[in-house]
């Protein structure tokens, strides 16, 4: 079963410094139709204008990952860690027993586009923890690259739950497919352009839910980046 997720059917926040979009329920936004996808809880489209940010606050269980498409992005939490992050940049920060932490745009001219990402974790109280790496534009361009995944596989950074995330470029011929084992399931957001996944016409924003049917193929692609998300089948209550 394919289902598409509208970008414009969305829920939608602009607080002045952010302009916000989410894909699952969210702050003041509730769709009871979706709340999560199996352990994907969030995915929410930031754009954060010059100089703007979001100030220290707390997060327990929960594995957040921050992919940047423009702009520049800069961490501070609680365990230690600073960071500014760019495009091809990934960022995972386990929250497990509590952690603390501030994003914000360092730039005073440009704004900074991004995605975060929260996954719930299959382990609760765990360790705080932090991971950054940087995959660069050749390694996704026409092929969905391994960014996360819980064994670290092909140097990706590590997710505390049955969870793969791949990342992909695509334009004109390039195609791309992936398997899923049985009784998987995958989310398909595309953060730009415009692709064909199983089929189906997606446009920046929107997204492609799938179950039971064993494989992803995405074609046609025009400056299209996407993010695809193996996960378990057995969780969903959305």
């Not at 923890?129 to 960014?147: C, P, T």
């Not at 791949?166 to 791309?176: C, I, M, S, V, W």
């Not at 046609?220 to 969780?235: I, K, N, R, W, Y």
Request: charged share 25%.
């Amino acid at each position: 079963m394919n289902q598409i997720r509208l970008s414009s059917d969305r829920g939608h926040a602009d607080h002045g410094w952010l302009n916000s979009h989410h894909s699952f329920s969210f702050g003041d936004y509730f769709d009871a139709e979706h709340v999560e996808f199996g352990p994907l809880r969030v995915i929410n489209e930031d754009r954060v204008y010059a100089g703007g940010g979001f100030g220290t606050h707390g997060h327990r269980d929960m594995e957040i990952i921050s992919y940047v498409l423009s702009g520049e992005l800069a961490h501070k939490d609680s365990i230690g860690n600073t960071s500014v992050i760019r495009p091809g940049d990934v960022q995972r920060m386990s929250a497990g027993t509590g952690v603390r932490h501030s994003e914000f745009n360092p730039s005073q001219a440009n704004p900074v586009h991004f995605l975060q990402i929260w996954i719930q974790p299959n382990q609760q109280g765990i360790a705080p923890s932090y991971e950054e790496k940087r995959f660069e534009e050749a390694e996704k361009r026409g092929r969905l690259r391994l960014i996360a995944s819980p064994d670290q596989a092909e140097g990706s950074v590590l997710l505390h739950q049955d969870a793969r995330l791949y990342a992909g470029l695509f334009d004109g011929a390039e195609t791309a497919t992936l398997s899923l084992a049985a009784g998987r399931r995958a989310y398909v957001h595309l953060a730009r352009g415009a692709i064909t996944a199983n089929g189906v016409k997606l446009a920046a924003g929107d997204a492609l839910k799938i179950e039971a049917l064993g494989e992803l193929s995405l074609s046609d692609g025009s400056d299209a980046e996407v993010l695809v998300f193996d996960l378990p089948g057995a969780q969903r209550r959305s």
